[in-house]
């Protein structure tokens, strides 16, 4: 069984838009655009909701970024009237390569890099009195598949509760072009990356094994229900609960009547 986008989706997601940025001041929103789906769906999502003139789409390269997802982004913040700007984080990360150790691991500078680019996003967003919209989908939430205080940093993340299968439905939906619907997903943290290639697993498999946990199956019952064989579900598992930490506030031990992040919830 797979997730499907649900018909009440864009209008909540929408109303939850609306909602936030009001309660936080009104000013508007600031989103980190990559060139990729799950930036333009937000994107696209926020500008429908407040008005194309409150948000404003950043495009943050590094050294390993591509021409194409630039100029997929400016395209996309072209044809919808969306202001868009560019920063350029690479000096930022040579700068940190002189100061941090094993920098030249991949991994290691991917994370500084998505780091680097949740500061630029909540700088402008401060600046302008504004919130940042995070970009981030349910399956990465799941299997902790994005950078903690990085690509994860955000005040709000309206398609935090949809599946990377979802958001492709949802973006065909409100009119992201097919150009960056139909790229191969890539957080761009280094020359060649891909979503699926760094998981070993195709989002269409691993969505059904995601939606099976969510529904509290287990193993053997998920891989004979989508057909995913039982040692991808059982990676799948693994990742889901090797990350929890990142889907939490830092944990705080219990000292009063009520405490944040365990009883005291807003």
């Known amino acids: 069984m797979r997730p499907q986008l649900k018909d009440y989706a864009r209008p909540a997601i929408e109303n939850f838009i609306r909602q936030k940025v009001e309660e936080s001041g009104g000013g508007g929103v600031v989103i980190g655009l990559s060139g990729g789906i799950d930036s333009a769906t937000v994107s696209k999502l926020c500008a429908d909701a407040i008005g194309a003139d409150r948000v404003l789409n950043i495009f943050m390269p590094s050294a390993s970024s591509s021409e194409r997802d630039r ?13 868009f700007k560019v920063v350029e984080i690479a000096p930022a990360v040579e700068t940190f390569r002189a ?22 996003l909540f700088h ?8 940042v919209m995070g970009t981030s989908n349910k399956s990465e939430f799941l299997i902790g598949y994005f950078t903690k205080f990085g690509d994860g940093g955000s005040d709000f993340c309206p398609i935090g509760d949809l599946y990377k299968t979802e958001v492709r439905q949802l973006a065909r939906e409100i009119g992201v072009p097919d150009a960056i619907i139909d790229k191969t997903p890539s957080a761009g943290l280094w020359e060649g990356q891909t979503d699926e290639g760094e998981m070993g697993i195709t989002y269409e498999d691993l969505d059904q094994v995601l939606f ?9 019952a998920i891989a004979a229900e989508s057909g995913v064989p039982l040692d ?35």
Do not use: Y
Request: aromatic fraction near 4%; proline fraction near 5%; charged fraction near 30%.
């Open 124 to 131: 402008h967003a401060w600046l302008m009195g504004r919130v």
């Open 212 to 220: 099976g946990i969510e529904r509290s199956l287990g193993d053997e």
């Open 99 to 120: 100061m941090l150790p094993s920098l030249d691991l991949r991994e290691c500078a991917g994370n500084v890099a998505a780091r680097c680019r949740m500061i630029v």
């Open 232 to 266: 991808k579900v059982h990676k799948v598992r693994a990742m889901h609960v090797q990350s929890v930490h990142k889907r939490k506030m830092p944990l705080i031990p219990k000292l009063g009547v009520r405490t944040l992040g365990i009883d005291w919830r807003e």
């Open 71 to 83: 100029r997929d982004a400016e395209d996309f913040s072209r044809t919808f009237g969306i202001p």
